[in-house]
T-cell receptor, first 112, second 113 residues
Framework: DQQVKQNSPSLSVQEGRISILNCDYT??????FLWYKKYPAEGPTFLIS?????DKNEDGRFTVFLNKSAKHLSLHIVPSQPGDSAVYFC???????????FGKGTRLHILP | ETGVTQSPTHLIKTRGQQVTLRCSSQ?????VSWYQQALGQGPQFIFQ???????GRGNFPPRFSGLQFPNYSSELNVNALELDDSALYLC????????????FGPGTRLTVT
């Protein structure tokens, strides 16, 4: 049973445009959500997070939006840059002392 | 500040054998989590160690075991290897068990034949 779902295996976006990566979850007990970015041959790196008490968190070119009623979150990258080409994992956790559950990832290609 | 390191980078084992994977956590971090990432999947939580004690376990059989040492480095041991154990094994360290921000190592690619 997949509790964190990333339904788009891949996404291609033109350089300079907005990239929107989507994530759905099924567990209403999730309290904290994170996005990780992974380059080939490297481990995932933490990108941005959001607590369930917020609906938006912004950090530079990256913004995460949370819609609790729809159990949906999205990561916006604007403007998209070539170095953003990577696999992006959505992750969630019910509380600070519990495990983090990852989605399968979305591969983002930034086109020149 | 030294990042998370893992050894070995790659490993090939035969079904039924045992394997030990190693992880050095980032300086100042006392918590280590281990994940299994199968091809095309996201990382799956195996277990976490906090100050040398197991602090949570995912849905993995007992033949997956671990250790954390006083310097907070860690080992993942897998006994009686099965073909499905072939995966990338990731170690992640964090400042403490309540920290969401985990710093991952590059992983160990295990192939079981």
């Amino acid at each position: 049973d997949q509790q964190v779902k990333q339904n788009s295996p891949s996404l291609s976006v033109q350089e300079g445009r907005i990239s929107i990566l989507n994530c759905d979850y099924t567990n209403s007990m999730f309290d904290y959500f994170l996005w990780y970015k992974k380059y080939p041959a490297e481990g995932p790196t933490f990108l941005i997070s959001i607590s369930s008490i917020k609906d938006k968190n912004e950090d530079g070119r990256f913004t995460v939006f949370l819609n609790k009623s729809a159990k949906h979150l999205s990561l916006h990258i604007v403007p998209s840059q070539p170095g953003d080409s990577a696999v992006y994992f959505c992750a969630a956790s019910p509380n600070r002392d519990d495990k983090i559950i990852f989605g399968k990832g979305t591969r983002l290609h930034i086109l020149p | 500040e030294t990042g998370v390191t893992q050894s070995p980078t790659h490993l090939i084992k035969t079904r039924g054998q045992q394997v030990t994977l190693r992880c050095s956590s980032q300086s100042g971090h006392n918590t280590v989590s281990w994940y299994q990432q199968a091809l095309g999947q996201g990382p799956q939580f195996i277990f976490q160690y906090y100050r040398e004690e197991e602090n949570g376990r995912g849905n993995f059989p007992p033949r997956f075991s671990g250790l954390q040492f006083p310097n907070y480095s860690s080992e993942l041991n897998v006994n009686a290897l099965e073909l499905d154990d072939s995966a990338l094994y990731l170690c992640a360290s964090s400042r403490d068990k309540s920290s969401y921000e985990q710093y991952f190592g590059p992983g160990t690619r295990l192939t079981v034949t």
